[in-house]
């Protein structure tokens, strides 16, 4: 890659940079979809991908600084044991809903979002994220908007603050 910075998948600024196996970094969301759209090779040169690799992301990916993130948005992990940030991106689309929603009460306050190419609908009258396929209890989220201390923060997209 000629400007390792620069991500193939989304053409932006690399975001939580993922190596995988074959030497090819993507950022790390931006992998996760590829895999759970069904591709399951690298995007670059089509090796495998193993099929661990969001579990191992988790461990080996671990974000340096919450400080600079912006998002404001947060939500429960599926274990229940802290509030994690949504990527800035998916912040950014459900803050705009939310603006539009408090000058706009009339309607129902549901709206869909696709988080990691799965649907989704969040609701701003419960505060609860839902798979729109996937009606198990873990595929709801509590969510909630709120400037928290950083340091409260288990992390962001399911990638982990550095301890
Ligand atoms: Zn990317
Ligand atoms: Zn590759």
Redesign the pocket.
């Known amino acids: 890659m000629s400007d390792s910075t620069e991500c193939c998948i989304c053409f932006s600024p690399m975001k939580l940079p993922y190596t ?5 970094t993507f950022c790390y969301l931006c992998i996760k979809q590829s895999l759970f759209s069904g591709n399951k ?7 495998k991908i193993s099929d661990n690799l969001v579990e191992n992301a988790v461990s080996s990916l671990q974000v340096s600084s919450l400080q600079e993130i912006n998002s404001s948005w947060l939500y429960i992990s599926r274990s229940g044991d802290g509030w994690w940030y949504y990527d800035e991106e998916t912040s950014d689309y459900i803050e705009n809903k939310w603006i539009e929603y408090q000058k706009n009460r009339e309607n129902d306050g549901i709206i869909e979002i696709n988080i990691l190419g799965m649907k989704c609908t969040v609701d701003f009258d419960l505060m609860i994220q839902k798979s729109v396929n996937n009606h198990k209890v873990h595929a709801r989220k509590i969510i909630r908007k709120d400037k928290v201390n950083p340091d409260k923060i288990k992390g962001i997209a399911g990638v982990q603050k550095k301890q």
Not at 20 to 24: A, E, R, Y
């Open positions: 995988l196996d074959c030497n090819h090779g690298c995007p670059l040169c089509r090796k």
